[in-house]
């Protein structure tokens, strides 16, 4: 997809040295050079209101804290051999540690299409209520132990 090329190529290093963006890459084990895939994290709110009821029952009605996968991308070439899958379940995990520290209740997805709304549909991800095609899913919380290593 053109627009996720564009990224890695052009933008990502300037979000990078902004902070606007963590960016965590896969490469090849023979060509460490060559980038398989992507994804970037950075820290979001999401509205309260944007969540399903059976969210917000539990919930005040500010600004929920949350992880953004801003953007993630698998190479044409490395397609649906379950790299996006190692990606996504790498951001969470990376998201769930980062929230023994930074309080965060859900991790928040753009999908670019329809296909990549259906990819995380798969792993439990549900539409915000908003206008925006944001997706989320709620946090877990485990103990710490559960996740290092
Ligand atoms: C969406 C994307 C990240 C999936 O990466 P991937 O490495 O091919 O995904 P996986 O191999 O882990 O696939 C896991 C499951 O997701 C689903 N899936 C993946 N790609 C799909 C597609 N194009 N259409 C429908 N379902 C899809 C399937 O259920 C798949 O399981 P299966 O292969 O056993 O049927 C990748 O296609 C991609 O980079 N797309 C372009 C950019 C994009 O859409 N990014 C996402 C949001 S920015």
Redesign the pocket.
Same mark, same amino acid.
């Given at each position: 997809?053109e627009s996720?090329d564009r990224y890695i190529r052009q933008q990502a290093s300037q979000d990078m040295r902004r902070v606007m963006a963590r960016v965590f890459v896969a490469v090849s084990a023979d060509h460490p050079d060559r980038i398989l895939?992507y994804y970037t994290l950075s820290a979001a709110t999401v509205s309260a209101g944007d969540l399903p009821p059976d969210m917000t029952q539990r919930l005040p009605k500010y600004p929920v804290p949350a992880a953004l996968v801003g953007?993630?991308?698998?190479d044409r070439t @490395? #397609?649906? *051999?379950?790299?996006?899958?190692?990606?996504?379940a790498d951001a969470v995990k990376k998201t769930m540690l980062a929230a023994q520290t930074v309080a965060m209740t859900v991790i928040a997805?753009?999908?670019?299409?329809d @296909? #990549?709304r *259906?990819?995380?549909e798969?792993f439990g991800f549900r539409s915000l209520l908003g206008p925006e095609r944001r997706m989320f899913l709620a946090l877990p919380t485990l103990k710490r132990d559960s996740l290092e290593g």
């Open positions: 997809m996720l895939g953007r993630l991308a698998v @490395a #397609a649906r *051999r379950g790299l996006g899958s190692l990606l996504l997805v753009d999908p670019i299409d @296909a #990549a *259906r990819f995380y798969a």
